[in-house]
């Protein structure tokens, strides 16, 4: 995912979801942050980034299902009393692109 970039908010009742766009060498917001599920993240966030025509098809695709692996990791997370370090480095292992703030 060349320049764009998944921003995570891991919150005990949401997960908040942003996109950012690298320009030079510092990243600017692409998107609104997007709190599933509350609304409708993946939607909202598809919804903007097919509003940008210099966004490649197979790179919006790779955007949408890193989502989709986050919003499953958070479901689980929240499905368990507890977490432990097992689960935090599982999530941390598939988000290259994001960063997350919040993460238990």
């Known amino acids: 995912m060349g ?3 998944l921003q995570a908010l891991w919150l005990d009742n949401s997960l908040g979801l942003s996109v ?3 320009v030079n060498e510092s990243y600017v917001p692409l998107t609104s942050y997007y709190f599933w599920p509350v609304n409708e993240a993946w939607e909202q966030i598809r919804f903007e980034l097919e509003s940008k025509p210099w ?3 197979s790179e919006r695709i790779k955007l949408l299902n890193l989502i ?3 919003m499953n990791q958070w479901q689980q997370a929240c499905t368990k009393l507890s977490g432990n370090n097992e689960d935090n480095e599982k999530i941390e292992s598939i988000l290259d692109n994001t960063v997350l703030v919040g993460l238990p």
């Open 3 to 5: 320049c764009l970039k």
């Open 20 to 22: 950012n766009q690298q």
């Open 55 to 57: 966004i490649s098809d």
């Open 68 to 70: 989709v692996d986050i």
